[in-house]
């Protein structure tokens, strides 16, 4: 499974979404981590306009969050993760990949 997109609360959402759709189209899926706030703010702000980039191909994604403990500098500490996977915007059914998340 590939690494996480790593999202700070000063990351250019747009780029990131660049990111994701570029990650999605080769892999059918991404990962994003953010720790804190304004970072999860630009890291869900970059899931939508990532959709945005999608519409002409008639793709869609759907996004599951959860909760992990990361380690930053020594310390533990809480970050999100949204497990992003392409669906077919027609149909609704998720598009093949390589691997399932797994958590």
Known sequence: ???????????????????????????G?????AVGANAVNQAV???AI?????????MDLYTMPTFVTIEIGGRSCTAIRFYVRAMSALTGVACPVAEEIVH
């Open 29 to 33: 899926q991404a990962q994003i981590q």
């Open 1 to 27: 499974m590939q690494k996480p997109i790593k999202v700070a609360a000063k990351s250019d959402a747009p780029l990131v979404a660049g990111a994701i759709v570029g990650i999605v189209r080769e892999h």
């Open 50 to 58: 990532a959709r945005s980039y999608l519409v002409e191909e008639k």
């Open 45 to 47: 702000k970059a899931v």
